[in-house]
């Protein structure tokens, strides 16, 4: 039945028509909606290099650790320690005492996961801190996105088609909304062929050496407004694309995904563009139109084409 | 012997080493050395909006035309006319008596060609000047540039080969430099796909039904100091991908290109990481280095992939 339906839609029936592009638009705007928000924060400082971007709020909290931040109107800066360890153990504490005092919601999504802070992502690391806290620091995190493809007939100029995942309901974070058949944020010292090769073991049982065949494909940047309010999330994603056997289903292995699903691609771009649809999680729509955008099923003949890739790389 | 030499070479063995994502950095930053300029730049106001930027020496010239341009520290306006048609024909008499008088020295490579100036791609057109003062004016150009693949063995793994042309010793622009295979300016009114297949058959000699295949893959923008130092150049280049068949040779049509060679993609890489190497024109290398990272020629593990990445997007 799905070969039979893809195989009824041409290539160039995939075109989205213009009303779409402007919703997919709508899509990348929405995963930007930090940018006001970072415009207003203040930098935080470490070792005389501006790190990340602390909202108001969060810059009070760390206000009432003197020992550890100097909060002024216009910077939190980071004074205990000189030495990355050093740092990373005062910070470790106060984040602690926050998580304790319940008093920083974004806290409650605590994950026991090392993240590094450096000023580049090949430069060297600065501090670590777990992961929950990113954004109360609005520092940039680091991820791997794989667009899991499934192409019916080589040659036939079919679309492909994309496994999409339903998050468990037990996810600290956007529980039960789509997701990419594999994503995960980089771990300290793991490299992004590595995480992919992780993730895709760990989240949907995808052999190594098939994981190995993912093909990097770029990265796509964000500014976000954290789901607390808490902080602003400054994420870069590395972009992949994974093209599957028809064979090949994914198996949960984690408990991190509900259940995975074969979507025709039109079906992903008609849900994408019903900005009703709150089923996404923000940051997948940004990976998938830039993977539309960069495998021609958006077109530059389109009313807001340039607008979306212009935004896409903002 | 070409197709000996491919096969030799695996994908694996096509990662660039760290050093050179480096220097294929400087080739982006080369492109943008026009930023600067523009931050000092004054905006060009037509019909209330900035659609330009103009340095000081070419605002010096235009302030000569106060019944056309209204000069001040702060702008450049245009006051001449209060509808496109009327504004275009006044700009286009200053810009004749610029270029009669030579002091313009970016004039001398006229072409008669219209260039639609507007607020956004989409936008109504609010003016039309002559293509070869846009860099004068600051104000954005739109073009398409097709990347010419030649993969040896479908399946195979190994990289595809780039058709590189040289660009005509008679060029106004840029003579005998290393170019796309097709490569052009938008003109009044052309969609991006059209463009294309009217390139593909003036430059190289590509009929219509081969140039249809070009898969649009994003854009890429820059902000690039014009080759005699009066403008900027704020272009938008439409990325497009087109696998030629191995037995299709590109002939030059209209005399712009001097010749066609099919070189491997190490090669192609090799040469731009060469930055004492002059024979690109400096856009084409930031085309080649989008489809490089598209195509995942570079990779996420080295050391500079996330400043190329982000420096091709900003």
Redesign the interface.
């Known amino acids: 039945m799905r070969q039979q339906a893809s195989a009824r839609r041409s290539l160039a029936a995939m075109t989205a028509p213009a009303s779409v592009v402007g919703d997919l638009l709508r899509r990348v705007q929405a995963c930007n909606n930090g940018v006001e928000a970072a415009a207003r924060a203040r930098p935080l400082v470490v070792g005389g290099q501006a790190l990340g971007l602390v909202l108001a709020k969060a810059a009070d909290e760390l206000a009432r650790f003197p020992e550890v931040f100097h909060v002024t109107k216009s910077s939190v800066e980071l004074v205990a320690g000189d030495s990355a360890e050093a740092r990373s153990a005062a910070v470790a504490d106060v984040l602690a005492q926050l998580r304790n005092s319940g008093r920083v919601p974004m806290l409650a999504g605590w994950r026991n996961e090392a993240w590094p802070v450096k000023a ?3 430069s060297p690391i600065e501090l670590v801190i777990e992961r929950a806290a990113g954004p109360l620091f609005g520092v940039p995190g680091y991820g791997c996105h794989v667009n899991g493809l499934v192409y019916s007939d080589a040659g036939s100029g079919t679309p492909p088609r994309l496994w999409v995942a339903r998050r468990a309901a037990s996810k600290p974070t956007y529980p039960g909304k789509l997701d990419h058949v594999v994503a995960g944020g980089l771990s300290h010292g793991e ?3 590595e995480n992919v090769v992780r993730e895709c073991q760990e989240e949907a049982g995808i052999p190594q050496e098939l994981a190995a065949q993912a ?5 796509v ?1 964000y500014c976000q407004v954290d789901e607390t309010g808490w902080g602003v999330k400054r994420d ?1 994603l ?1 972009c992949y694309d994974l093209e599957l056997p028809r064979d090949f289903v994914p198996e949960a292995q984690d408990g991190e995904v509900e259940s995975f699903e074969l979507w025709e691609l039109q079906q992903v771009i008609n849900s994408m563009a019903d900005t009703k649809n709150e089923d996404w999680k923000p940051n997948v729509c940004v990976v998938i139109i830039d993977m539309l ?4 099923f958006v ?3 389109e ?5 979306v ?2 935004a ?3």
């Open positions: 580049g992502f090949d490299r992004p062929s093909k990097p494909a770029g990265l940047s870069v590395f955008v960069r495998r021609g077109k530059p003949g009313v807001g084409y340039v607008d890739v212009r896409l790389r903002s």
